[in-house]
Structures are given as structure tokens and as C-alpha cells.
């Protein structure tokens, strides 16, 4: 019997380790994946510095295809910072719905910035559009929904 007991302590024991070192392991992947959107974020800021200094160089003007690019650079900036954010939440153990549908708002704004219907053959490109305001309307709702229901929550 008190072997029994020893044995079923020793189980819930080594349970309990296993729990902890996987919790600290998934903890330390969050901050790794928190510092890589760093590190992405300094690179692409650096980029940006470069084709901007780089482009301004050459002529003083910037064709229409360079602000393109420059305009998808900085998006996918802010689209980095908006998952640093994500990321930051969700190891300060946060909501971080709310967050997620603003970073989705921010890569759907990034397309319909840079949509190009010329790139679509046919009635592809009205389909795309078609999709894109879809997109844009279904996160409206959403980011509704959510506020809604943030605010009838009862405070913790």
C-alpha cells in the first residue's frame, strides 16, 4: 500500500518536472521567435534605408514601379512590427485576438495598396478585387465582434 503511494507521488512528480521544463522550452521558442522578428525588423529597416538611399542616388525622381517597391517594403515592415506585437502579447499572456485582426488588417491593407490589376489575366483581376473587399469586410466584422464582446466581458 505505501509503496503504492510512493509510487503514484513519484508519477505525479515527474509529471510535474515534465510540465515545467516544457512550459520554460515553449517559453524560450516564443522569445526566440520575438527576437528573430526583431533582428527581420532591423534587417528590412536597413534594406529600406539602402534602396532608398540607392534609388535617390541615381535620380532625383522615383518611377512609378520604384515607389511600388518601396511601398511593399515598408508594408511588410509594418507587417513584421504587427507580429512582434502578436508575439509580445502572447508571451505577456494577453488577448491577443485583437492584435491578430489588426496585423490581418494591416496585410490585407497591404495588398489593396499594391494590387495591380494588369498582373491578373482575364476576369481574374475583378475576382481578386472582388476577394480583397471580401477580406476587408469580414475582418470589419470581426474586429466588431471582438470589440463587442471585449467589452461586455466581466473585469477579471
Not at 522615383?62 to 513584421?80: N, R
Not at 489588426?102 to 475576382?127: C, P, S
Amino acid at each position: 500500500m505505501q509503496s503504492t503511494v510512493k509510487l503514484a507521488n513519484m508519477q505525479k512528480k515527474i509529471k510535474a518536472d515534465l510540465s515545467h521544463i516544457l512550459e520554460q522550452a515553449i517559453t524560450f521558442v516564443e522569445f526566440a521567435i520575438a527576437f528573430l522578428l526583431v533582428i527581420l525588423a532591423i534587417l528590412g529597416f536597413g534594406y529600406l534605408g539602402v534602396l532608398l538611399f540607392s534609388l535617390f542616388q541615381t535620380h532625383l525622381f522615383l518611377k512609378p514601379q520604384e515607389i511600388h517597391s518601396l511601398l511593399d517594403t515598408a508594408l511588410v515592415l509594418f507587417l513584421v512590427i504587427e507580429l512582434f506585437r502578436i508575439a509580445l502579447a502572447y508571451v505577456a499572456g494577453k488577448h491577443v485576438l485583437g492584435t491578430v485582426i489588426e496585423a490581418a488588417f494591416v496585410a490585407v491593407a497591404r495588398k489593396i495598396v499594391l494590387y495591380d490589376y494588369e498582373i491578373y489575366e482575364g476576369t481574374n483581376g475583378l475576382l481578386a478585387a472582388i476577394s480583397l473587399a471580401g477580406l476587408l469586410i469580414a475582418l470589419a466584422l470581426t474586429h466588431l465582434a471582438v470589440g463587442y464582446t471585449d467589452r461586455n466581458r466581466p473585469p477579471n
